[in-house]
């Protein structure tokens, strides 16, 4: 009878905490499985890149950071948020100071004046943030060819949105 409360105590239907957990888990999970996803036959182009578009319901090619983070969302089986924008990511009900594993951060572009790059925190490494960006390259673009693990210092994130 322990081994059957143990198991239903860790299971994705159990009461509490464990919810968000294996919730928050999952999404994570579904992030890091698109590492190693790239552009292919053009800039912002690709199989998976006009995936991630018109789950927002934009054509490829475009930017698709913010459709990156959106379609991870919905894979995990959240409605919000759906969009290609990724100022539209830091709504202020949305807002929170500190990252941790699942929020989603937004780099501010002074050439822009907004928000121009956005990812999702897969962990914290002291003053770093590890996460998970799309339209990325190795030297941390907002316009690269694919999907990335990057680490950067948290003094480099304007904004923190909870989406779960």
């Excluded at 860790?10 to 888990?25: A, D, L, P, Q, T």
């Excluded at 969009?83 to 929020?103: C, E, H």
């Excluded at 501010?108 to 790059?117: D, Q, V």
Aim: net charge positive; glycine share 10%; aromatic share 12%.
């Amino acid at each position: 009878m322990g081994i059957v409360w143990l198991a239903a105590a860790g299971s994705s239907w159990s009461f509490g905490r464990n919810i968000i957990s294996y919730e928050k888990n999952n999404f994570i999970e579904i992030a890091r499985s698109q590492i190693g996803i790239r552009e292919t036959n053009c800039e912002n182009c690709g199989v998976a890149v006009k995936g991630y578009l018109s789950y927002v319901g934009i054509k490829s090619p475009a930017p698709w950071c913010a459709a990156f983070v959106s379609w991870c969302f919905g894979q995990a089986g959240y409605a919000r948020p759906r969009t290609a924008w990724s100022p539209a990511l830091f709504p202020r009900s949305r807002l929170v100071t500190a990252a941790k594993p699942g929020i989603v951060y937004g780099i501010f572009f002074a050439s822009m004046k907004r928000i121009g790059h956005c990812g999702i925190t897969e962990r914290l490494q002291g003053d770093f943030i590890v996460g998970l960006e799309a339209n990325t390259s190795l030297a941390g673009s907002r316009e690269g060819d694919g999907v990335y693990r990057k680490v950067r210092h948290k003094r480099s994130i304007h904004r923190y949105a909870d989406w779960l």
